[in-house]
């Protein structure tokens, strides 16, 4: 779906790892930073506006979001190594950006292979794995506003913290590029460590289906997953949604699965690991839009 037009009434299942949800009243695909500058300076996008990479890490609900989806993955896309720092795009896949890294003889990137979305994505949620986030190796950010304009925002300009960052200038600003720093290492070693990664994310989630990346974050002290496996919700299903057998922190489709499905389930799994063990489950995913 490469296309520089605004398109309209775009069914959100084919946009989302959840392969749910109603329709987008306006959809565009990004390809390019100035082309995206002109339209919102131009006022062309419906708000409110919602940028999206591969959509992992969101439900969409099924009445639909009314308003714009703008699309990164496969648009801004470059990487390349400048000044000791990487220059990333936010439609580049974290895998891809991982590997690219590793190859350059650079260490400590496997971690950004085992989250399933684009650069986008991880900068806004600070989304990690495995020990480390993104923005323990962010120096600074490239964010465009609503009204077209770029900002150039150093790290400090950003309230960080685990799965949440907050732009302290302009809540309203997307990531549109970041600069990373990761330190000189051992090229083999560092592709070595990205392979293990990924045999240990193959061998522990449910990759085969539908999902959307970790359903819940893990609450101080605690892991998100044990705490509902050992509140026996590991396999219970509402409708098409299901708790992975595999790994109790996601939620997988089993084919015919409608956002509601998710949605409840997701509510079902707080009340009830909340009665067991009297802690709260707070979401790592992003619900958007309206429901039916």
């Not at 990346?213 to 002290?221: H, I, Q, Y």
């Amino acid at each position: 779906m490469q296309n520089d037009e605004i398109l309209f009434d775009i069914p959100l299942r084919d946009l989302n790892s959840w392969r749910v949800g109603g329709v987008v009243d306006q959809f565009y695909f990004c390809t390019d930073k100035e082309k995206l500058s002109y339209n919102l300076q131009k006022r062309n996008f419906k708000l409110p506006i919602m940028f999206i990479g591969l959509g992992s890490n969101t439900l969409f609900r099924d009445g639909g979001f009314r308003g714009t989806i703008i699309a990164m993955h496969k648009g801004l896309n470059h990487i390349k190594l400048e000044d000791q720092l990487f220059y990333a795009e936010s439609g580049v896949s974290c895998s891809k950006l991982a590997k690219y890294i590793a190859r350059l003889g650079y260490a400590n990137s496997a971690f950004l292979a085992g989250i399933p979305g684009t650069l986008g994505g991880a900068l806004a949620m600070n989304a990690g794995c495995y020990g480390s986030e993104t923005w323990d190796f962010v120096d600074k950010v490239l964010t465009i506003d609503q009204n077209g304009i770029e900002h150039l925002r150093k790290k400090e300009e950003f309230d960080i913290a685990y799965r949440h960052v907050e732009n302290k200038k302009n809540p309203q600003e997307f990531f549109i590029a970041a600069w990373l720093e990761f330190q000189e290492g051992n090229k083999e070693k560092a592709e070595l460590d990205i392979k293990k990664l990924l045999e240990k994310r193959k061998s522990t989630q449910p990759l085969n289906w539908p999902t959307a990346g970790s359903t819940f974050r893990n609450p101080d002290g605690h892991f998100a997953a044990k705490l509902i496996e050992e509140s026996g919700l590991k396999g219970y299903q509402i409708g098409g949604a299901q708790v992975s057998e595999k790994h109790a922190n996601f939620i997988i489709n089993r084919g015919n699965a409608s956002a509601s499905d998710i949605e409840n389930l997701i509510t079902y799994i707080k009340a009830e690991v909340f009665k067991q063990t009297k802690i709260i489950l707070e979401t790592e995913i992003r619900i958007i839009g309206e429901k039916n």
